[in-house]
């Protein structure tokens, strides 16, 4: 049995490592296109306008400021990343418990996690970050001293949010699909309905939760540079600023790949390991 | 209505779009905008994600990658700069080589173009699942019942594919909806675009942040409930679930 056991996994892992080399082909098409892409622009630029600064060069010259934000300054494709960090953080931390109201046996409880999942689910990421950045104020008070808050802690607020409710789903789709044999018989050990959530049911749901909380990451990060519509100084922000001092169209299309690259340079690996995890999963369980 | 204007003058509370003719007429048009802006990208999602599914299953191996490329690209990049990339860089290359003053789509063409490719970039791999669902032996009887490639395709694979998918196809298309708030970015004039003009001229940021919300989840709700009945009414017993 265990022989055979072995022999599958083997084969399965030598599957995924084929997957993982067509996906390394896509990659390098991808790369393919974006350099073709600006060589075209480099010879378009050439023809059409000033021949001293090429493409390229204007986009070293941008590409700190677009990354690592203004000097002294918290900003740019940095802080979209950090946004990303702190805004899953929170999210996780908050699903984790609004998923557990869900199944709670208390019915106000149960109820009540039920409502702020299915309300924040299901409105759009935009129309939060608007209602927490207008409505949440600029500074507050705590114990006489006045702390500012910056735009981008309510950003991360803001988008925490419907991350809590999508994972608290997860979190409610990973306990209910734990066999009930499993509560059944902890009980009849002796447990009590905490200690078997937290030490019998959570840990098996860990290894089912992973691949959709990454694929989460994913469309959080994704989802950050909406803040540049708020005017936080996010990367898309800055690159619209160093398109506006530019002042020429033929800069357009490379920026704008130029910023989408490191997003799918970030992005892509992640989608990856999501992929690998959940075919490892599915097949083992 | 009186009931509004009282609302107004005891508690301050300030919802001009039930009173005030003008704001009623402009917030009705954003709702409407919103609808058919949500209802063309997902037909032309779906539509992308169909025959994305048909050319990922192609014997070129360039066609394949191709796709996947596209899948790829549009999975793993923001959708806000996808539409800006649209709106203002492709918008502009393309009106620069043609001579075209005054680009080529609107702001509302272009979001439709934007979040169509990105919704059709999920929908491919949705409906390649989908594809993949469908067992061998129906297509082989097909085959022997004489149906061409594309038939088998047509009358066989998609209606029974769509079925398998449509849990994943709805939460897709809610994805979508959510996702045409973006389309303010570009001043497409749609809820939420309209909201923010209203409360500029009003100063009713508090109630009209609370009414757009209000208005997303039941648009949301509606999808949601229509999506469920359509699983429902399509089931074959025994397939699937």
């Known amino acids: 049995m265990k022989s055979f056991n072995y022999k599958t996994s083997a084969t399965i892992q030598a599957r995924d490592i084929l997957k993982f080399s067509l996906n390394k082909q896509t990659a390098l098409v991808l790369i393919l296109l974006l350099t073709v892409w600006l060589g075209i622009d480099e010879v378009y630029a050439q023809v059409q306008g000033d021949p001293n600064q090429t493409i390229l060069e204007t986009l070293i010259k941008w590409t700190p400021l677009m990354f690592f934000g203004p000097p002294n300054e918290f900003g740019g494709f940095v802080l979209n990343i950090t946004v990303s960090f702190i805004a899953m953080a929170m999210g996780t931390f908050m699903g984790l418990w609004v998923g557990i109201g869900q199944v709670s046996p208390n019915n106000i409880i149960r109820r009540s996690s039920w409502l702020i999942t299915q309300l924040f689910r299901n409105s759009p990421w935009l129309v939060l970050l608007f209602y927490f950045m207008l409505l949440l104020p600029y500074t507050v008070e705590i114990a006489g001293t006045r702390y500012d808050i910056s735009g981008w802690t309510k950003a991360t607020f803001a988008l925490s949010l419907p991350i809590m409710a999508n994972l608290a789903e997860i979190v409610r789709g990973a306990i209910n699909s734990i066999p009930t044999g499993q509560w059944e018989s902890a009980q009849s050990l002796g447990f009590s309905r905490r200690q078997i959530l937290w030490q019998i049911i959570l840990p098996q749901c860990i290894k089912r939760m992973i691949p959709p909380w990454m694929n989460w990451y994913c469309i959080l990060t994704m989802a950050t540079p909406l803040i540049s519509i708020l005017g936080v100084n996010d990367g898309m922000t800055l690159t619209q600023h160093a398109l506006a001092a530019e002042a020429r169209s033929e800069f357009l299309i490379p920026m704008y790949l130029w910023l989408m690259t490191w997003f799918f340079i970030y992005s892509y690996p992640i989608a990856l390991y999501t992929q690998r995890f959940e075919r490892r999963f599915t097949i083992t369980n | ?241």
């Not at chain 2, 690209?73 to 075209?100: E, G, H, K």
């Not at chain 2, 469908?134 to 066989?156: C, F, K």
Request: charged content about 10%.
């Open chain 2, 1 to 241: 209505m009186d009931w509004f204007l009282w609302l107004h003058s005891e508690h301050g509370i300030k919802l001009t779009i039930f009173y005030d003719h003008w704001d009623r007429g402009r917030f009705i048009k954003g709702i409407w905008t919103t609808i058919h802006l949500s209802f063309v990208t997902i037909v032309l999602s779906i539509v992308i994600g169909i025959i994305g599914a048909w050319f990922q299953k192609s014997n070129f191996v360039w066609i394949r990658l191709i796709v996947q490329g596209y899948i790829q690209f549009f999975r793993n990049t923001p959708p806000l700069i996808q539409l800006y990339f649209f709106y203002f860089a492709i918008d502009t290359f393309l009106s620069s080589i043609f001579n075209i003053h005054g680009g080529i789509l609107g702001s509302y063409g272009w979001a439709v173009v934007s979040l169509s490719f990105f919704a059709g970039a999920f929908n491919v791999e949705i409906f390649r699942a989908g594809v993949e669902a469908v067992p061998e032996s129906t297509i082989e009887s097909a085959v022997s019942l004489g149906y061409s490639r594309r038939q088998i395709y047509q009358y066989v694979t998609l209606p029974l594919a769509f079925r398998v998918c449509l849990p994943a196809l709805n939460n897709n298309l809610i994805n979508l909806i959510k996702t045409t708030t973006v389309a303010y970015a570009i001043a497409v004039p749609e809820t939420l675009y309209i909201a923010n003009q209203i409360w500029s001229d009003e100063y009713n940021v508090f109630e009209m942040m609370n009414v757009v919300w209000v208005i997303y989840i039941i648009i949301v709700g509606f999808l949601v409930w229509l999506m469920d009945r359509w699983e429902r009414s399509t089931r074959i017993p025994g397939f699937g679930q």
